[in-house]
């Protein structure tokens, strides 16, 4: 082993046995047997005896620092699917989306047979400028073909300084093009409204960003100015909506409530344990609401959903969603990197937990194949989309009937 491991394995050692005794200095004092002690020493031991064999013995060199991240990726990411080690670049790529803004070319991709297709440029980016598609396959960033590589790392390519160039090729029509373009600040809308008929009007929200309810409220507003007057109901789109901010989660569910709980978590700290709640004005002012829900509707588009159908708000239409009932935090760490960490365990108005379960919504639609589509401009279909089809008739006035007096 060289005396540079040796130096980082003694630091590392020092560090697990430090945070030990620090959590169980108590033991010392009554000089009982230390076993947490002993077994933090041990698993320190088998990580020096561990870095020490692939240090000698694997097949490829392998550089310290790597050794050492790939740890506490492993470690971090062990506690369960959401939390994470993020790396500079990844930390400030998850401060771009929940911002609503980040620099790039500006096209919505997607992993579809393992390829990474454009769903749609955004009007007015670079890709749109240099006649990029919608269905476009992306096959090389800056000459480099993208072989196996994964969405997250493609997103990460794509992205840079602003006026960086960069080369996108695309294959159409079994032809390769290529598109060249300077990266700019792009401004992601989280909102799509659509009038659907006179008095009734459609919203889609892909994602909780900073800015989602301010978007939701301008939405609701222009959709009213164009109908010239109070709107008599809405649906509001979830569905594939993995999710994203919770306090965003929160303002958009207040828009539609008067009062009432709107979500509470429960964690081990104080920060991670909390209630928040509506305060007064609707700005339907009572009218209708339909919220579309899918199996890709997660996160905080569950809190949504369950917390307008917890206070009879709305009514929920489509499949029964993800399940996903876990806050994560993000902590900042040196250098520019942070852990995203799972620290709460969040509850419905009513106390349900959704975890593993999600929201069974009150009118079940099982979805139409091909909808939604995947991209927010994605052009409406009412009669091919069932479950839009629905939710724009549980808006509708219901008929009732009286039995004639004999």
Do not use: C
Not at 66 to 82: C, K, N, Q
Not at 323 to 330: A, F, I, M, P, Y
């Amino acid at each position: 082993m060289s005396l540079k491991t040796r130096a980082i394995l003694v630091v590392v050692i020092g560090v697990v046995m430090g945070l030990s005794l620090s959590l169980g200095g108590g033991l010392l004092s009554d000089r009982k047997p230390l076993s947490k002690q002993e077994l933090a020493w041990e698993q320190a031991q088998l990580l020096a005896e561990v870095m020490a064999s692939i240090k000698h013995d694997y097949v490829e060199p392998v550089d310290d620092a790597e050794l050492l991240d790939s740890a506490i990726r492993g470690m971090v990411g062990d506690l369960d699917p959401h939390s994470e080690f993020l790396n500079a670049n990844e930390y400030r790529s998850i401060r771009n989306s929940t911002s609503g803004s980040y620099t790039g070319v500006g096209i919505e991709v997607a992993e579809i047979n393992d390829a990474i297709r454009v769903i749609s440029p955004i009007a007015g980016s670079p890709a749109a400028r240099s006649g990029i598609r919608s269905g476009d396959e992306l096959v090389a960033v800056n000459g480099e073909s993208l072989g196996g590589e994964r969405l997250k790392e493609t997103l990460t390519r794509l992205r840079g300084q602003v006026g960086s160039r960069i080369t996108l090729s695309v294959l159409r029509d079994e032809e390769v093009i290529d598109h060249e373009m300077r990266r700019q600040v792009i401004r992601i809308a989280s909102v799509h409204k659509e009038l659907l008929s006179p008095s009734y009007g459609y919203v889609r929200v892909n994602q909780f960003s900073d800015n989602t309810a301010h978007e939701l409220s301008l939405a609701i507003d222009e959709l009213q100015d164009d109908n010239g007057e109070m709107l008599d109901g809405v649906v509001l789109d979830l569905r594939n909506n993995p999710g994203g901010v919770l306090d965003s989660a929160v303002e958009v569910s207040d828009l539609f409530l008067d009062s009432g709980v709107i979500v509470s978590a429960d964690g081990r700290t104080i920060a991670s344990r909390f209630t928040r709640s509506a305060h007064r004005g609707d700005i339907l002012d009572g009218a209708k609401l339909a919220v579309l829900v899918n199996s890709g509707s997660a996160s905080a588009s569950e809190i949504v959903a369950g917390a307008l159908q917890d206070h009879n708000r709305a009514t929920i239409v489509g499949s029964q969603t993800f399940g996903k009932g876990l806050v994560q935090t993000v902590m900042p760490l040196s250098r520019g990197r942070a852990i995203k960490l799972t620290t709460s365990r969040y509850f419905t108005p009513s106390g349900d937990s959704i975890h593993e379960v999600g929201i069974q919504p009150d009118v079940v639609v099982e979805e139409s194949p091909g909808y939604p589509d995947l991209s927010l401009a994605g052009v409406l279909d009412r009669e091919a989309d069932a479950q839009l089809a629905e939710a724009l008739q549980q808006l509708q006035p219901r008929t009732v009937m009286h039995s004639k007096a004999q």
